[in-house]
């Protein structure tokens, strides 16, 4: 369970900004009620969901990739990197305060009973600083800290990681915290786990987890959910088969990335799916004659392929109790599709093990869709300067009855393009024989 996410000096955000997931204590109507799970144990209330609005190019998707960059390093740093390797990492570059300085990522989480504060600051050259901290009860306690290649360990609590210290075997541009994981240290190897549940994914790019989709369509009580889903999508999909793939049949309008995988296991002798989708077919009285199969990659809708796609990541996200981060969500679906999504993850029945769902969108229609506590209403905005700031909806003092869209249209809570009047550009007459040349 996600807590809190913030990042600084990192591509558009000068100064850090915090996506907090505690929700605040200011509405105690149904739906507010709703949207929240309780942690005892922490006297916390967590959102499900959260929603980030803004200008394009305000940031939104860099928040997402921040998120991406934070769990790549620490799953991979130890394993996909060798000494020398520059981190691929950018701080923000409009300012001579910033340019040569490190980037710092910090996240907040629940795994198995226990609170994790782990964070980062790297530069291209290597890790700056890195440090872990525990609650248990009530007390945090400091794992780890780490400077450079200088290391603070607890003394009890990180005593098998010392082995590593003393044996040099971390280098500058790998985190301490994957290195340990990777020798098997039960703590750090708490830290991957939660990490791992952490999943970011790309509204516009859905090859990649399209094909997770298939692998969980292969089992019988998933491919029943995932048609469950896609029915109450009203997308006419009344089944969905599995078909084995074989070279010559490849449908010719799959995405160019998965084509190359279907390629390459079904070179290396795998069994590769097709889906297909089965939708009723009717005579002339309107009568319901039988089913027509489609092939979902080569003859169903982008709109369909994408929320197909969307299903397996999803219901994972609701099975284990995940964090799903979505850039650019709606790319392709209908408002009342991602309404969906979102209502999904902000029911009691469907999410019982409170996974998280945290999404950027352009779709102004959420707000007035009455599916998000103002908690969970995000904005994205840059400044003159160039720098983008993150601010939530409970920052203003919004009534519940607002029109939350219209005010939004209406710059009363920033994060709106503000346009200058157009100027039309005026050509020059072409020059003699113009049409002769062409």
Request: proline letters at 4%; one cysteine or more.
């Amino acid at each position: 369970m996600l807590v809190r996410f913030s990042l600084r000096n990192y591509k558009p955000f000068k100064e850090e900004v915090q996506l907090s997931m505690v929700a605040s204590n200011y509405d105690k109507t149904t739906r507010a009620e709703e949207n929240v799970f309780e942690v005892p144990a922490f006297g916390l209330k967590l959102l499900k969901s959260a929603v980030i609005f803004g200008a394009n190019a305000s940031g939104k998707s860099k928040l997402a990739e921040g998120m991406g960059f934070m769990r790549n390093l620490v799953i991979r740093s130890s394993r996909e990197t060798q000494k020398g390797d520059r981190i691929d990492v950018q701080p923000f570059l409009l300012s001579t305060e910033t340019e040569h300085a490190p980037s710092e990522f910090e996240i907040i989480f629940l795994h198995e009973g226990a609170m994790y504060r782990y964070g980062f600051e790297v530069q291209p050259q290597g890790v700056v600083a890195e440090w872990l901290f525990l609650r248990e009860k009530t007390k945090e306690v400091q794992i780890f800290y780490r400077q450079g290649q200088e290391f603070e360990l607890h003394p009890i609590r990180f005593r098998a990681a010392k082995p590593l210290v003393d044996g040099k075997m971390i280098r500058p541009n790998a985190l301490f915290i994957s290195v340990a994981a990777q020798f098997n240290n039960k703590l750090a190897g708490k830290v991957l786990e939660w990490f791992l549940k952490f999943n970011v994914i790309s509204g516009l790019q859905e090859d990649g987890y399209q094909g997770f989709t298939m692998g969980k369509a292969q089992n019988d009580q998933t491919r029943s959910e995932i048609l469950s889903l896609l029915k109450s999508a009203d997308l006419g999909i009344e089944a969905l088969t599995l078909k084995p793939l074989e070279m010559d049949n490849i449908p010719a309008g799959l995405p160019r990335e998965l084509r190359e995988i279907v390629e390459r296991k079904l070179k290396a002798g795998e069994v590769y799916m097709d889906v297909l989708t089965s939708h009723k077919k009717y005579d002339a009285k309107k009568q319901e004659t039988g089913m027509v199969q489609f092939s979902i990659n080569k003859e169903e809708s982008s709109g369909t392929r994408k929320f197909f796609a969307l299903s397996g990541p999803v219901l994972d996200t609701l099975h284990h109790g995940k964090v799903l981060v979505g850039d650019e969500l709606e790319s392709k679906l209908h408002s009342n599709l991602v309404c969906k999504l979102a209502e999904l993850f902000n029911s009691r029945e469907n999410n019982p093990f409170n996974g998280q769902l945290i999404f950027n969108t352009h779709d102004t229609n959420l707000l007035s869709s009455g599916i998000f506590r103002r908690d969970q209403i995000w904005f994205m905005e840059k400044d003159r300067f160039g720098a983008a700031k993150l601010y939530s909806l409970s920052d203003f003092e919004a009534r519940k009855e607002e029109n939350y869209e219209r005010n939004y249209l209406r710059g009363k809570y920033g994060a709106v393009p503000y346009l200058a009047e157009f100027r039309p550009v005026y050509f020059t007459k072409p020059s003699p024989g113009y049409e002769d040349e062409k």
